[in-house]
């Protein structure tokens, strides 16, 4: 039986919106924690001139090949075990890189660990999308997103909502810049950083 996010069906569609917008043109795009695996094939359906790349830790791979089994498209890739704490990732290099719901799960080193890998693995030009529920200049942008986070930090003190100024840092230190912020049905925001040329 495949598992089933319902998060994942009602963002689905607009986060498609936005990241079409910066994949178009990219061969390969990585996805970290591909979860379930719905977004995946979605996003694989619709943006068919591109290799979508899943990712996750080894429990969440069966459920991920499920969906990819059913979709039956040949532009989605079996997931890599990727741990965003190893020094080497799975892969090389990518085009792009999507990631959504995975900030605020991760402890802050883990969420460090991931710039750092997106820095190495994305090509000079390529944009790395991370949707979620974020904090802005230390604030919460929704009574929902405060009672989210302390539910989060009651079962695990050291995951919780991120806040945009600290991924922000993380992400011009490892040659990402900020291209866009774009505000998201249910209180979310899907960041967009572009890895620079330089």
Known sequence: MKPFSQACENNKVPILDVIRNYFSHAGHV???GSGTGQ???YFAARLPELIWQTSDVPENHAGIMAWIHEAGLRNVS???LLDVTSRRWPIAET?????ANTAHIMDWPAVRAMFTGVGKVLKPGGYFCLYGPF???GQYTSDSNEAFDQMLQERDPDSGLRDFTDLQSQAAHHGLQLVDRHPMPANNFLLVWQKSNA
């Not at 085009?95 to 990631?99: H, I, L, N, P, R």
């Open 95 to 99: 085009d792009g890189v999507f990631s």
């Open 39 to 41: 977004h995946a094939v």
């Open 78 to 80: 079996a997931p890599l």
């Open 30 to 32: 990585l996805e970290i």
């Open 135 to 137: 904090n802005f200049n």
